[in-house]
């Protein structure tokens, strides 16, 4: 009995597990706020980022297919919809559990279809105005800037963000605006109370996906305020599609509040309303 004793006591004081102290804790939490608190580098756009900021445009208007997609699935009307189709196809179907699948199928296809004609038409417009020609659009007017964010991966820089701004004076004659949301459809004119100092539009808010919830989405939208105070303006505005949750809090806590909100997204007006994708006009005062 008195081996297995000291057998026992060895082992705990042989045991790799640390003491319970304060010191630990404090280290621990040292290590998390290192870990939260990543550092990047915000800087212009340059030429050479041209690949790297095409793929992460086209892969941030796409990635939000799938949460307007459910956005619209999980619609009252579709709901009752969906539920007569999958019910017809089980009558048509002499009660066919896979005919009723089958109709309630397609009917979602044709859903998520509509979701994505609205997102590839407003990828495709922009690829064919503005983000066709970046320097030009951005770069060359003192009133719009685009910038990427960079990270530290590996020891080696890596593209994990960008934000665009396009600034609107109030004698600017520039027909039909641009139809600015970040990852989404098109916008109509917008109306904000621009004052004598105008107001800048931000657009392009796109941040790669594990870089996400680090404060980096925050620092970009800080960088677009930044500017519009440099260049003098009232307010920036920003539209943003419903189904962007993580956006819409974002930018709440960073002090934008709804201004006005529209459905029109410029494809064919049944899609729109199959969709039901709603774009939220947001500002801040600066």
């Not at 657009?203 to 260049?231: I, Y």
């Not at 529209?262 to 899609?271: G, L, M, Q, V």
């Amino acid at each position: 009995m008195a081996d297995y004793r000291k057998l026992y006591l060895k082992s705990r004081t042989s045991s790799s597990i640390k003491p319970f102290t304060l010191r630990n804790v404090q280290e621990e939490r040292v290590g998390m706020s290192q870990k939260n608190n990543l550092q990047f580098s915000i800087r212009e756009y340059k030429p050479s980022d041209q690949a790297v900021v095409m793929s992460l445009f086209r892969n941030g208007i796409f990635e939000h297919v799938y949460p307007a997609f459910f956005q619209a699935m999980s619609n009252p009307d579709h709901v009752g919809v969906a539920l007569s189709i999958c019910m017809a196809g089980y009558v048509l179907g002499g009660s066919s559990y896979f005919q009723a699948l089958l109709f309630g199928s397609l009917w979602a296809g044709l859903i998520y279809y509509c979701c994505y004609d609205i997102y590839e038409g407003y990828m495709l417009r922009r690829l064919s105005a503005d983000m066709a020609d970046i320097p030009t659009s951005y770069l060359k007017n003192p009133d719009n800037g685009f910038w990427v964010a960079e990270a530290d991966v590996n020891g080696q820089s890596k593209l994990v963000g960008i934000v665009a701004v396009t600034g609107k004076r109030g004698g600017d004659e520039e027909g039909e605006r641009f139809e600015e949301w970040n990852g989404g459809v098109s916008g109509t004119e917008a109306t904000p109370d621009s004052r004598d100092g105008g107001f800048g539009e931000m657009s392009h808010v796109v941040v790669v996906f594990p870089w996400r919830r680090k404060t980096l989405g925050s620092q970009l939208t800080r960088k677009a305020l930044d500017f519009c105070k440099e260049r003098g303006f009232a307010e920036l505005v920003v539209n943003v599609g419903s189904s962007q949750t993580a956006a819409i809090s974002m930018f709440q806590k960073l002090g934008f509040l709804q201004t006005a909100s529209h459905r029109n997204t410029h494809r064919n007006p049944w899609f729109s309303k199959l969709a039901g994708i709603k774009v939220i006009q947001m500002k801040k005062l600066i």
